[in-house]
């Protein structure tokens, strides 16, 4: 059964199902800063009993690694705290998170793996740009806003005392990296090579889904991703098929079939519109 686990100094960390999440918490003598808020307002109330049993301080903030509905679909519940988020996020609900719930609300039974009743689509009330300090009362959590990779909303939460940090789904352990809405296939190993450069050897790392890593983990996924990014330029500039394209990228990066394809689904959308590949 999920636990919190400390993996560093009041720095906690708890596996949810469904989707394997991670959820973080940093405790700060002010209250309690929350990481991601799952995937509805009754997942959003189990973890808010979870946090009353792990702490007797208020949760005063509340942070989204991204737009994505298992990290931001949860957000309702926390209305009394400040909700921090990349300033894209409100952009990225509208194109598409807000569209998924709607057709999802008039449809429920076409989706039937989610669980989005009564669902209110709530937006961080503070938006960054820039990297930004926050002192929680004896201590600075430093919030990292990305350009585009997994999403363009990707915001990695720095815990500078403590060395740890909480990525979100610019990696993920217990599962392949995933394409989902929004992402951009060409420029997310890049953005995992920036962020290498922040990061020490040591330094813990938390994924969006699975269990603590460091650097080197977070590295050789920037190579797969690479290898993905790679054979889709290549394909897309010699106008090949979907599907040839796919068996290749697949062998040399060893993901599984139905990721690649929605990378090069994207990639080549995304190429398409930038037409600067192709004459
Ligand atoms: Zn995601």
Redesign the pocket.
């Known amino acids: 059964m999920a636990e919190w686990t400390e993996v560093a100094d009041r720095v906690f960390h708890r596996r949810y199902e469904p989707l394997d999440i991670s959820i973080g918490v940093v405790a700060g003598d002010e209250g309690l800063l929350v990481v991601d808020t799952r995937c509805n307002p009754r997942e959003a109330a189990e973890l808010r009993t979870d946090l009353a049993g792990l702490s007797p301080l208020p949760v005063r903030w509340v942070v989204n690694t991204?737009a994505?509905y298992?990290?931001a679909f949860g957000n309702q519940s926390f209305a009394d705290a400040l909700i921090v988020g990349h300033h894209l996020i409100p952009r990225h609900f509208e194109e598409y998170e807000g569209k998924r719930l709607s057709d999802w609300t008039a449809a429920p039974g076409s989706w039937p793996q989610y669980d989005w009743t009564d669902v209110v689509l709530t937006p961080p009330s503070v938006l960054v740009s820039t990297v930004t300090d926050l002192d929680i009362g004896g201590r600075i959590v430093r919030f990292h806003p990305l350009p585009p990779g997994?999403?363009d909303t990707d915001l990695v939460v720095e815990i500078p005392d403590a060395r740890a940090w909480f990525l979100?789904?610019v990696i993920e352990e217990s599962g392949p990296p995933?394409y989902?809405s929004g992402s951009f296939p060409m420029d997310w190993p890049g953005v995992l090579d920036s962020l290498a450069a922040l990061i020490r050897p040591g330094d813990l790392l938390v994924p969006?889904h699975g269990a603590a890593v460091d650097r080197s983990f977070l590295e050789a996924q920037a190579d797969v991703l690479r290898v993905v990014a790679d054979g889709i330029r290549q394909s897309f500039e010699r106008g090949e098929p979907i599907e040839s394209a796919a068996e290749r990228i697949v062998s040399r990066s060893r993901l599984p079939i139905e990721i690649v394809d929605a990378a090069i689904l994207r990639g080549y959308t995304l190429l398409s519109l930038s037409g600067t590949a192709r004459p």
Do not use: I, K, P, Q
């Open positions: 991204h994505h298992d990290h997994h999403t979100g789904d995933m989902g969006g």
